[in-house]
């Protein structure tokens, strides 16, 4: 039997489907199955699947990415699943660090990988996602060069853009949540391991190549900021104790009023309130995680992390704007010359 599931959530990526799929037949490790997850596309993705055989489960509507790699989780009969976005191309060794680095210990619950820009591959992706204090989740590294995301280290939460994860611990601490349909599902099923005890890893020597937003589109569009606005709601709800949520609130809100001031900038704001609205009302319908005194270590802990998250993100935050500042002096003196 094979050890992993190469779960591919897809909605109308018909262009991506060929080059990502070609990636996996290179793979110097090939202890896998590959699982396509059609969400109800539009497209010719179903015609493209069955014309090529590639094994899939086709889902009549779509039901988000939570919905559909959920579908390929409960189908999957493996020790281990990888989730791979479509708009990826892994890189020959990444299957075999992914599972190297997975079973150096029963208690990793994912191990995230090197994820660089597919065509700008001097720069990073993400390094693992990271969380704050102020209730901001966040692609660590992103931008940055990307030999500086050389070494193996503790994350806050694999990207499950193209993240391996330990099968039978989704049965302990549940699936990924569909009400968040999309946008910080990976976070909050990240978050829920590191309350059980679990950990999440970052694998440098596991690569693969990113486009982005490729099936939503742009950075920031008003499904997108919508979406992310309400899940940051339901994200702190579920996973933090009331003691530990009232403790969190000043940083939390101060957080809130920052992203409103900078999608107000961008034309974003009423996107953004309307999900903060939507998550406020609706955030009882969620599963809060259950408080145990016997987690209370591993909450702390989180604690911890929140704030070192925070740090980490204003540092991130200064380093790029001193780059835009040092290209846009260069360009300035170029053009003076």
Same mark, same amino acid.
């Given at each position: 039997? /094979?050890k992993?599931?190469?779960?591919i959530?897809n909605y109308?990526?018909?262009? @991506?489907l $060929?080059?990502c799929?070609? *990636?996996?037949?290179?793979q110097? &490790?090939?202890? #896998?199955q590959i699982?396509?997850?059609d969400? %109800?596309?539009t497209?010719?993705?179903?015609?493209?699947l069955?014309?090529?055989q590639?094994?899939?489960?086709?889902?009549p509507?779509?039901?988000g @990415?939570s919905g559909a790699v959920n579908?390929g989780?409960?189908?999957?009969d493996?020790?281990?699943v990888?989730?791979?976005?479509n708009?990826?191309?892994?890189e020959?060794?990444?299957? /075999?660090?992914?599972? %190297?680095?997975?079973?150096?210990s029963p208690?990793?619950f994912?191990?995230?990988p090197?994820?660089?820009?597919?065509? +700008?591959?001097?720069? !990073?992706?993400?390094a693992?996602?990271?969380?704050s204090? !102020?209730?901001?989740?966040?692609?660590r590294?992103?931008?940055q060069? *990307?030999g500086?995301?050389?070494r193996? &280290?503790?994350i806050f939460?694999a990207c499950?853009?193209?993240a391996?994860y330990?099968r039978?611990?989704f049965?302990?601490i549940?699936? @990924?949540?569909? !009400?968040? #349909?999309?946008?910080?599902e990976?976070i909050?099923v %990240?978050?829920?391991?590191k309350i059980?005890g679990y950990? +999440?890893?970052y694998c440098?020597? *596991?690569?693969v190549r990113?486009v982005?937003?490729?099936t939503s589109g742009?950075?920031?569009?008003s499904f997108?900021v919508?979406l992310a606005a309400r899940n940051?709601?339901?994200?702190?709800? =579920?996973?933090m104790p @009331?003691p530990?949520?009232?403790a969190?609130?000043?940083p939390?809100l101060? $957080? !809130? *009023?920052g /992203?409103?001031?900078?999608f107000? =900038?961008?034309g #974003?704001a009423?996107?953004?309130?309307?999900?903060?609205?939507?998550?406020?009302t609706?955030?009882?319908r969620?599963?809060k995680?259950?408080?145990k005194?016997? +987690?209370?270590v +591993?909450y702390?802990a989180?604690?911890?992390e929140?704030i070192? %998250?925070?740090?980490?993100?204003i540092?991130?935050?200064t380093?790029?704007?001193?780059k835009?500042?040092?290209s846009?002096? &260069?360009?300035?003196?170029?053009s003076e010359?």
């Amino acid at each position: 039997m /094979k050890k992993i599931t190469i779960i591919i959530p897809n909605y109308n990526g018909v262009r @991506f489907l $060929g080059p990502c799929l070609a *990636a996996l037949k290179r793979q110097t &490790c090939q202890d #896998f199955q590959i699982l396509v997850v059609d969400n %109800g596309s539009t497209d010719q993705s179903r015609q493209w699947l069955k014309e090529h055989q590639v094994p899939a489960i086709l889902l009549p509507e779509n039901t988000g @990415f939570s919905g559909a790699v959920n579908a390929g989780i409960r189908r999957a009969d493996t020790p281990y699943v990888i989730l791979l976005n479509n708009d990826t191309e892994a890189e020959p060794d990444y299957v /075999k660090e992914l599972l %190297g680095a997975m079973e150096r210990s029963p208690r990793i619950f994912s191990v995230s990988p090197k994820m660089i820009q597919l065509h +700008n591959p001097a720069l !990073m992706d993400d390094a693992g996602d990271m969380y704050s204090l !102020m209730g901001w989740a966040y692609q660590r590294g992103v931008g940055q060069e *990307a030999g500086r995301y050389s070494r193996p &280290c503790h994350i806050f939460s694999a990207c499950a853009g193209a993240a391996i994860y330990r099968r039978a611990l989704f049965q302990e601490i549940g699936l @990924f949540d569909e !009400m968040h #349909f999309a946008y910080l599902e990976d976070i909050d099923v %990240g978050y829920r391991a590191k309350i059980a005890g679990y950990y +999440n890893r970052y694998c440098p020597q *596991a690569v693969v190549r990113h486009v982005g937003s490729g099936t939503s589109g742009s950075r920031y569009n008003s499904f997108k900021v919508r979406l992310a606005a309400r899940n940051s709601i339901y994200l702190n709800y =579920k996973n933090m104790p @009331f003691p530990q949520l009232a403790a969190n609130s000043l940083p939390i809100l101060l $957080g !809130m *009023a920052g /992203k409103y001031l900078y999608f107000r =900038k961008i034309g #974003f704001a009423r996107d953004y309130l309307a999900g903060l609205w939507e998550g406020i009302t609706t955030a009882r319908r969620t599963k809060k995680v259950p408080y145990k005194p016997e +987690n209370l270590v +591993n909450y702390l802990a989180i604690e911890w992390e929140l704030i070192y %998250g925070a740090a980490l993100y204003i540092y991130e935050f200064t380093r790029r704007q001193i780059k835009k500042y040092d290209s846009s002096y &260069c360009s300035l003196g170029t053009s003076e010359k």
